[in-house]
């Protein structure tokens, strides 16, 4: 190489260290293609790069998920290993989390015969408590296990969504701060639930209110049902949308009063004026692919958008492959071909809430007052601005 290229190699590193370092725009150009956590590592090597990190960090308002199936390499649940490398390669800043495991796969119940370890280790404190440092300090968690979990696959809002009744599998939905959106994470049991309980938890007394996700566990013991009319009876009388089920346990957040085993409740209240939600039940009389879509069909009217939007199938134990006369995945897909573009999650559960209800603006459209249903499917789109 001679003088004059070396010079101008040498020219050319000191005008890109000089743009680096002093034009704003390339800069925060360039950190638009840097993941999150990449980005608040860069954050803190000068002020100009502190600053547009900043500026681009509030641009990342676009909702994302991590989903898993089948078992991994490690005596970790499928999901908590996956998401160890995934989040590293997220694009947002997760304020809210929402996780959801199949029950027998993160207690270890499904390898107890061959794999004791894994069953001592998959769902202990250590399990928790590496799963919340994946995510920022002061990031709410909601944990949660149910029999069967239904998720869309990580990468594309497009992607064909999964009913899985057996085997591993699980998702997290990371949801940043969005402007217009107020997302609350709740969790009573019985010592802790009262009208004061609600109100501070955004649940009653609170016109913002546009929908609740809600996941009740252990309800079967004595007391349990009273305890989900306690909760449920105020929500309906709202104008929110109420959708969830009945799940098995929760592991985030942690229990603050009640014993191992006592009843309760988790869930999300979303209050804010772009806030949108509607649902359709499928009732026990849809048994067949037609009639499926068909009534999904029916959240058209909503005219919910695409983007921003999830879609959430709260589905009973009893249903799924063996009521559709051994065809699999029935409902997910009659979703699908529905909302092509609208990434679909859920669980099978113990027991379905919600009703046929339309949360648009500032008006709300509902068929019925029953909440809490057997054999039927919820299936909800909710909209975050």
Wanted: hydrophobic share 40%.
């Amino acid at each position: 190489m001679g003088e004059n290229e070396e010079f101008t190699e040498y020219l050319q590193d000191c005008k890109g260290a000089y743009v680096l370092s002093n034009v704003a725009e390339v800069v925060e150009r360039i950190l638009t293609f840097v993941p999150t956590k990449s980005l608040l590592r860069i954050a803190s090597v000068c002020r100009l790069w502190r600053n547009c990190a900043r500026r681009v960090l509030r641009t990342h308002q676009q909702l994302t998920w991590v989903s898993a199936c089948g078992q991994y390499k490690t005596e970790a649940h499928v999901l908590c290993s996956i998401l160890a490398e995934e989040v590293e390669k997220v694009f947002l800043l997760p304020k809210t989390v929402l996780a959801l495991v199949d029950y027998e796969g993160f207690t270890g119940r499904a390898y107890s015969h061959r794999y004791n370890k894994a069953k001592k280790n998959r769902h202990s404190p250590n399990t928790v408590d590496e799963l919340n440092l994946l995510f920022p300090k002061g990031c709410d968690i909601v944990g949660i296990t149910t029999p069967g979990v239904v998720l869309t696959p990580s990468g594309s809002c497009s992607s064909r969504p999964q009913e899985y009744q057996e085997g591993e599998a699980g998702f997290a939905i990371m949801l940043p701060s969005i402007e217009g959106v107020h997302v609350k994470s709740f969790h009573f049991c019985k010592k802790s639930i009262s009208p004061t309980a609600l109100k501070e938890a955004g649940l009653v007394d609170n016109p913002e209110l546009r929908v609740v996700l809600i996941f009740v566990y252990e309800a079967y013991k004595t007391g349990g049902s009273q305890f989900l009319s306690q909760i449920l009876e105020p929500l309906a009388k709202s104008k929110a949308l109420i959708a969830g089920g009945l799940v098995e346990s929760v592991f985030s957040p942690p229990r603050q009063c009640c014993s191992q085993g006592a009843f309760g409740v988790v869930g999300l209240a979303l209050s804010g004026p772009k806030v949108q939600g509607a649902s359709v039940l499928l009732n026990q009389e849809v048994s067949d692919p037609k009639a499926a879509e068909a009534t999904i069909r029916r959240l058209k009217a909503a005219k919910v958008p695409e983007r921003n939007t999830l879609g959430f199938m709260f589905a009973c134990v009893g249903r799924g492959q063996n009521y559709y006369h051994n065809q699999a995945n029935v409902e997910a897909e009659a979703f699908h071909k529905v909302f092509p573009n609208t990434p679909l999650f859920g669980l099978f559960g113990n027991g379905e809430i919600g009703c046929d209800r339309i949360v648009k603006d500032d008006y709300t459209l509902c068929d019925t007052d029953s909440l809490q249903h057997e054999y039927t499917t919820v299936m909800t789109l909710v909209h975050l601005g």
